[in-house]
C-alpha cells in the first residue's frame, strides 16, 4: 500500500513507501515528465457503491501490485481525489446529467463539457502517476535518457518502458464507474475490474449513496422506468428496461427498493456495456459472491491474476506469497460473504415482517369499512321500516277518529 501524497509535494521516487521504496537520483522536473508520458497503465477498480470492491483491492495488494490509498479512506483502500483537490461527485453529476448512462464516449459529450472536465480531473490523473512514480521508485536516470533521447516528437517507443518494469500499480475508486472515458483517456493501457455484487442485496442494503447521488441524474425527474427488466438490448446500451422516454412507472413513485436495484441495474449493465468494448485485456468483470465459493473462487483468484498481470502472474514480483495472499483475500471475502447473507437473510425477514404487518393493517381497515359500511346499510333499512311504521300508525289513528266522529 501506498498512501497517497499532496500532487504539490510528491516527486518522482524521492518519498518512501510503505514497506519499501527510496530516493532516485533523477530531478523532479525530469522525473514528473517521464511519469505523465509513461505512467499509464494502472489496474483500477471499479463498481457502484457498496459492490465489495474493498476484497478485490487487498488480493492485488497482497500479491504485490502497489495500491494507491488515501489515508481519510484507508479503511475502504480507496482513493477520493482530496490530495488533488478533484470532487468526483459534482464531476459525475454534470456528466450524467447529459448521458444519463455510464455508457458514452467523449465525442458524444458537448465539447465545453468534455474539455472542464478533462481539466477537473487532470490534478487527480496527474497526481496518480506521480504517486506511482514515487511508490514503484521510477524513473532511473537510465529510463529518463532512453526517453528523452527518442525526442519528444518520438512516441512510437514511448511506453515501452513501462512495460519494461515488472512492478504492477493501480487504486480503487467505485465512482469511475461513470467515467469510463475519461479514465481511458488519461491512462491508454488501464486494466479495469469491474465488481458487480446481487443486486438483491444491492437493493436491501441500507448503503443509500447511489441513491443520493445519481438517482436524479440517471432517472432525471418525470423519466419512466419500463414494463420489464428485459425491454432493452444489451447491445443498443439501453440499460435493460432504464429509460424509454416515459413508458411505465414514474421512478420518483417507486419503493426506495426499487429504485436502488433499477440503478444497480442501469449502471452495471450499461457500463458492461461500454467497457467490454475495450477488450478482455482491458476490462475484466466479476462478482463478488464469487471470492467465497469453493470451485470457482480459485479459478476467478487465477484469472484476477493474469488479467492485472498482463499474462504473467508468475514473475518474479508476483511470486513471494502468491498463495498465501489468495488464502487470505478468500478468508476475507468468505468471511464478509456470510456476514452479508446473514445481513440480507435479516434485512428480509424484516421486510416480509413489515410486508405482512402492512398487509394485516389494509385487510383490517378494509374489514372495518366494510363494518361501517354494513352498519350504516343496517340503519337506513332501520329508519325507513320504523318511519313506515309511524305512517301506518298514524293513519290508523286517524281512520279512527273518523269513525269516532
Known amino acids: 500500500v501506498w498512501f497517497v501524497q499532496p500532487l504539490k509535494t510528491v516527486g518522482g521516487g524521492k518519498p518512501t513507501a510503505i514497506g519499501g521504496g527510496g530516493p532516485t537520483d533523477v530531478p523532479t522536473a525530469q522525473a514528473h515528465r517521464w511519469c505523465d508520458r509513461v505512467v499509464d497503465n494502472p489496474v483500477v477498480i471499479v463498481g457502484t457503491d457498496g459492490s465489495g470492491t474493498r476484497v478485490v483491492a487487498k488480493f492485488l495488494a497482497m500479491l504485490n501490485v502497489t495500491m494507491l490509498v488515501e489515508r481519510s479512506v484507508y479503511s475502504q483502500m480507496d482513493v477520493d481525489g482530496t490530495s488533488a483537490g478533484v470532487h468526483f461527485t459534482n464531476t459525475i453529476q454534470r456528466v450524467l446529467n447529459h448521458t444519463h448512462s455510464p455508457a458514452y464516449e467523449l465525442s458524444d459529450l458537448p465539447a465545453d ?35 528523452e533521447g527518442a525526442g519528444a516528437g518520438d ?85 435493460g428496461g432504464g429509460v424509454d422516454g416515459g413508458s411505465g412507472r414514474a421512478f420518483g413513485s417507486l419503493l426506495a427498493e426499487e429504485k436502488k436495484v433499477l440503478l444497480w441495474q442501469k449502471q452495471n449493465h450499461d457500463f458492461a456495456v461500454w467497457g467490454e ?43 513471494d506469497g502468491a498463495g498465501e495472499a489468495a488464502a487470505a483475500a478468500k478468508a476475507v471475502a468468505e468471511d464478509e460473504e456470510a456476514a452479508r447473507v446473514e445481513a440480507a437473510a435479516a434485512k428480509m425477514r424484516a421486510w416480509r415482517e413489515r410486508t405482512a404487518a402492512a398487509e394485516a393493517a389494509a385487510k383490517a381497515e378494509e374489514e372495518e369499512a366494510a363494518r361501517a359500511e354494513a352498519a350504516a346499510a343496517a340503519k337506513a333499512v332501520a329508519e325507513d321500516e320504523e318511519a313506515a311504521r ?16
Not at 463478488?288 to 518474479?316: C, H, K, R, W
Not at 298514524?394 to 273518523?402: D, G, I, L, P, V
Request: charge should be negative; aromatic fraction near 10%; include cysteine.
Open 113 to 147: 463539457l468534455s474539455q472542464q472536465t478533462l481539466q477537473v480531473l487532470d490534478p487527480f490523473a496527474s497526481s496518480m502517476r506521480r504517486n506511482a512514480c514515487a511508490a514503484l521508485d521510477v524513473p532511473t536516470a537510465a529510463d529518463v535518457a532512453q526517453l
Open 390 to 405: 309511524v305512517e301506518a300508525a298514524a293513519a290508523k289513528m286517524r281512520a279512527w277518529r273518523e269513525r269516532t266522529a
Open 155 to 239: 512516441h512510437e517507443h514511448e511506453h515501452d518502458h513501462e512495460h519494461n518494469h515488472e512492478q504492477l500499480w493501480g487504486f480503487k475508486k467505485p465512482d469511475l464507474l461513470n467515467l469510463g472515458p475519461f479514465l481511458t483517456s488519461f491512462f491508454p493501457h488501464v486494466k479495469i475490474v469491474h465488481v458487480v455484487r446481487d443486486g438483491r442485496d444491492m437493493a436491501f442494503s441500507k448503503n443509500q449513496a447511489a441513491l443520493h447521488k445519481y438517482a436524479d441524474y440517471l432517472y432525471p425527474p418525470g423519466t419512466g422506468t419500463g414494463t420489464s427488466a428485459d425491454d432493452g438490448s444489451r447491445e443498443s446500451g439501453g440499460g
Open 277 to 319: 468494448k475495450l477488450g478482455p485485456d482491458r476490462y475484466h468483470r466479476v462478482r463478488i459472491e464469487d471470492f467465497a465459493a469453493t470451485s470457482s473462487g480459485i479459478q476467478l483468484y487465477s484469472n484476477m491474476a493474469v488479467f492485472a498481470s498482463n499474462g504473467n502472474p508468475f514473475s518474479a514480483t508476483w511470486a
